[in-house]
């Protein structure tokens, strides 16, 4: 097997720049120059990408960014030992140890175990210290595989770890005669390679020292063994350290519960396994929902203060979420489909699917502009792309019901979501559909009944009855004034002309920019993609109100992309890295490219957007621009009618913001508090 660390992939005593940035894309270089990286750009935007996430930096003064990467061609180590030291995000302070971790996106099973190795040796203090009085590049080298090699356990002063392939460590394999709290623990990080199991030793040696038998399930990359259901049986709480889904999550039901992000399992684990140790002694305290039913826990919240529109767009954001991808491919499909057969295929689809074929191609359409074949293609995919679309009503209500009511939630609210659609109710229908069966089918899950009863509860009962109460109610009282008031809003909209299009563009655009993918952008998205479905040749405003929307959509990415090119003083060198992936992240339309401008500069970057994504969307409108395509950007310029305007417009909005930002940053600047007007407490 390939050596991971060799002299040529270590760095000793260096200043390598002032940011975690400057050392990730030092050490990127030095893995493509050893040859294990096909490119050092597409490394270190993977690398960095993770270290945004998740600041990799950990008590002791060392970091460990990590990655999978397409870039990268066979596993390396890359180490540097710091002359200057840089922050990483951990709580004592700056590193001087870094150790880059660059995996393939296939990475096999024996690689990952022997970097999960390294992270956990990472934690030991002898080891640390022999790194930092090696003399040469060899010796750390020689450490390094010395921690890499299979060796005798570790001594009693240290915290014993369990191999990464077994994939569970435990602090105590036997109970004193008093008997001990059981504690059982789940770890696990996006990687799966670091963090995942520097919080799993890091948790059993602060149980070892309290006297707490902690077993560790590792849920990582290099494997992981389920915890024994006896042992998780006599658990008496349970911690979660992680930053993804727990695997298996229903194991643990009825546990009282201590949630945390991964890193806080290698930062405050002593902290983590005494809230543990509270939890267990408190009747009132969070315990893990039965059958997965996360959102009943988040019902517990409730008592800490979260105010019910909380959880109102939490579960309006997850049925939408759910709902894009139907939307997204279908109407991509259906933009083709008019491309090979034109805009008459609405009228001749469904008869040529069904009279001809492949092999029988049709002969009414001879001046198609790409013959016969592409007229029945172009029938073909608009079908598919029609029959797509025809789930974006049904999907986002069952996917509202389900984020309040989990999986014995989605039937309910999939069955009132087509009520939804057959009454015409549309978007709001799905909307009050999906709350009402979700709300039931959770109310429903509550009740305590029998034993024998239980079993059949989340796959039977609840459906059945969620089903007829939600859809009910939509049948007999809610659907026809829905179906009203959604009529009166696509009379109105389609009516639009003129001064009222320009409005709407606007209001449109504020909403796109507001939150960058947030509820409101949310909100304005889904109202565009659900009026695709009624737009029409005659009936053009759906199709105007999706290319506003996507145009303005567009705007904050391109822009904080061009505001980063033409004054990079005014921008650290993170947001130069993330202004060249805006640019992609733009022209593709995902709002969400901006999100770290916003997020470190939001009373300067939001209000930008906002101004250039109301030209934008204003400018599309009064140049009557059309999109069948809900989402691509550019890439879908075949599916936009007057695509030069479409260009124009967005290019305006982005000039627009982007200047404003600059603007803003350098005149609009906060003064300085005076020092005895407003005294700075201690640590701050």
């Known amino acids: 097997m390939t050596q991971l660390i060799t002299p040529q992939l270590v760095t000793l005593d260096q200043n390598l720049g002032d940011s ?70 951990a709580k004592d302070g700056p590193a001087d140890l870094i150790f880059f971790i660059a995996a393939p996106d296939g990475a096999d099973q024996e690689h990952l175990k022997l970097l999960s190795k390294l992270a956990r040796s990472l934690i030991k203090k002898d080891f640390t210290a022999a790194l930092r009085a090696a003399a040469t590049e060899q010796d750390i080298v020689d450490l390094v595989d010395g921690a890499l090699a299979d060796k005798p356990a570790a001594a009693a002063s240290e915290p014993a770890a369990a191999p990464a392939a077994a994939g569970a460590t435990a602090a105590s394999t036997t109970t004193a005669a008093a008997g001990p709290k059981r504690i059982v623990a789940v770890t696990a990080c996006p990687t799966g390679i670091a963090h995942t199991y520097m919080a799993a030793d890091s948790l059993v040696a602060a149980a070892q020292e309290m006297g707490v038998d902690l077993q560790v399930e590792t849920q990582g990359s290099s494997g992981a063994k389920p915890l024994d259901p006896a042992i998780i049986a006599a658990a008496d709480a349970v911690i979660f350290a992680v930053d993804v889904d727990v695997r298996g999550k229903e194991r643990f039901a009825g546990k009282p519960v201590i949630n945390a992000p991964v890193k806080r399992g290698i930062d405050e684990p002593t902290k983590m396994v005494q809230e543990a140790l509270a939890a267990a002694d408190d009747p009132h305290a969070r315990r893990v929902p039965h059958f997965g039913a996360e959102e009943q826990a988040e019902r517990a919240a409730e008592e800490k203060g979260e105010h019910i529109g909380q959880k109102l767009k939490r579960a309006l954001l ?225 199709w105007q109100i999706m290319a506003a929307v996507m145009a303005a959509g567009m705007v904050p990415p391109l822009a904080m992309a061009l505001a980063t090119v033409l004054d990079k003083k005014l921008f650290s060198l993170a947001e130069r890295e993330n202004g060249k992936a805006a640019w992609l992240l733009g022209a593709s339309f995902i709002s969400e490219g901006a999100i770290p401008f916003a997020a470190a500069d939001p009373l300067r970057v939001i209000p930008a957007s906002m101004v250039g994504g109301a030209v934008t969307g204003a400018l599309s409108m009064a140049f009557a621009v059309t999109s069948k395509a809900p989402h691509g950007g550019i890439f879908v310029f075949f599916a936009i009618d007057n695509f030069l305007l479409f260009f124009l417009s967005i290019a305006v909005g982005v000039v627009i913001t982007a200047l404003l930002v600059i603007a803003l940053k350098r005149w609009a600047v906060r003064k300085p508090v005076e020092a005895e007007a407003v005294p700075v407490p201690a640590g701050v």
């Open 318 to 542: 997850t049925g939408v979420s759910y709902m894009i991808p139907f939307v997204a491919g279908g109407g991509l499909l259906i933009a083709i489909g008019f491309l090979l057969g034109g805009y008459e295929i609405t009228g001749f689809a469904d008869k040529m699917l069904v009279e001809n074929n492949i092999f029988n191609l049709p002969t009414e359409f001879p001046n198609n502009a790409w013959g016969p074949l592409g007229a029945y293609i172009g029938a073909v995919l608009f079908k598919i792309g029609a029959l797509s679309l025809g789930f974006l009503v049904p999907a986002l209500a069952g996917y509202i019901a389900y984020a309040i009511a989990d999986r014995p939630g989605i039937a309910p609210g999939f069955v009132a979501g087509a009520v939804s659609g057959f009454m015409g109710a549309g978007f709001l229908g799905a909307i009050v559909g999906g709350l009402l069966a979700g709300y039931i089918a959770f109310q429903i899950g509550k009740l305590d009944v029998p034993r024998w009863l239980r079993g059949l509860m989340p796959v039977v009962i609840i459906p059945l009855l969620a089903s007829l109460v939600a859809s009910g109610l939509m049948f007999l009282i809610l659907g026809a004034p829905i179906v009203a008031l959604t009529k009166a809003l696509n009379t109105g909209l389609s009516g639009l002309t003129g001064a009222g299009a320009i409005v709407l563009g606007v209001i449109l655009g504020l909403m796109m920019c507001f939150d960058l993918g947030g509820p409101v952008n949310k909100v304005a998205y889904s109202f565009a993609v659900a009026g695709l479905g009624t737009a029409t040749v005659a009936n053009q405003a759906p």
């Open 20 to 89: 975690p940035a400057d050392v990730i894309r030092v050490l990127a270089g030095k893995v493509a120059a050893a040859g294990r990286a096909s490119e050092v750009e597409g490394l270190f935007t993977d690398a960095f990408a993770r270290e945004q996430k998740t600041a990799t930096g950990v008590p002791g003064g060392i970091a460990i960014p990590h990655c999978r990467s397409a870039a990268v061609t066979e596993p390396a180590l890359a180490m540097a030992r710091l002359s200057h030291k840089v922050d990483f995000g």
